[in-house]
């Protein structure tokens, strides 16, 4: 399961409130749910060259950077500058039971999907139960 804590959200909204801006103003936003024996995560990249996306796994930590770069040159006079331009990054935290050997992911109309399936010795599994004409007599 991917796990829903960030320990470093609470320091960018502290930072946002003493600064009075974003701590990631290049926010990544992020949706993540199961369906069946999967998880999936999408996370918003509008605008982002898909060679720039960089994904990395270490123990159970994802790690996602991309970079958008301005469609203009820094001798442009700019008007209105809203769209954060720049690389940033996002981590998010997989519970034990996910295989991160086998995360697949995928670029399409901005959105970056990741599919995570579950690991094997994670799945719930039949045990059998031995007994009656498998027991053998003892002293008889």
Known sequence: MLMRTDPFRELDRLVERVWGT???PA?????AWRDGETFFVELDLPGVDPESIDLDVERNVL????ERKP???ESTETVVTERPAGTFSR??????TLDTEKIEASYEAGVL????PVAEQAKPRKIAISGGSDRKELGG
Request: charged share 25%; hydrophobic share 50%.
């Open 91 to 96: 981590q998010l935290f997989l519970g034990e």
């Open 22 to 24: 974003a701590a990631h």
């Open 27 to 31: 926010g990544m936003p992020v949706d």
């Open 113 to 116: 999907k990741l599919r995570i």
């Open 63 to 66: 790690t996602v950077k991309a």
């Open 71 to 73: 469609a203009y040159d």
